[in-house]
C-alpha cells in the first residue's frame, strides 16, 4: 500500500499520517507535495529530516484555520478542484 498526494491541505495530509502512522507495513514512503500543508491549518505541519512527523494532539493533531477553510470551500464552489 501506498498514499500519494496530488496536493492535499493540511488536514487532509495529516489524515494520510494518522494512516500510516496506524499501518504496521508499508512498501514505501507516502509522498506529499509539501507547499499546501500550512494553509488551512494554523501550525505547520512539522518537517523534520526530510519526512513529516505525526503530529500530536487530539483528532488529527491539527488546528483548522477556519477562514482559510472557507476561503477554500468558496473558491471550490467558484472554480472546482483547486491546487495551486
Known amino acids: 500500500m501506498n498514499l500519494h498526494s496530488g496536493g492535499e491541505l493540511g488536514i487532509a495530509t495529516a489524515a494520510h499520517l494518522a494512516i500510516v ?6 512498501s514505501s514512503a507516502i509522498d506529499s507535495m509539501y507547499y ?4 488551512d491549518i494554523i501550525d505547520p505541519l512539522p518537517f523534520e529530516g526530510g519526512c513529516l512527523r ?4 487530539v483528532g488529527l493533531g491539527v488546528e483548522v484555520d477556519e477562514d482559510k477553510l472557507a476561503h ?4 471550490n464552489a ?7
Open 21 to 26: 502512522a496506524s499501518t504496521p507495513v508499508l
Open 36 to 39: 499546501l500543508h500550512d494553509d
Open 54 to 57: 505525526v503530529p500530536d494532539g
Open 72 to 75: 477554500y470551500s468558496a473558491l
Open 78 to 84: 467558484r472554480v472546482g478542484d483547486y491546487t495551486g
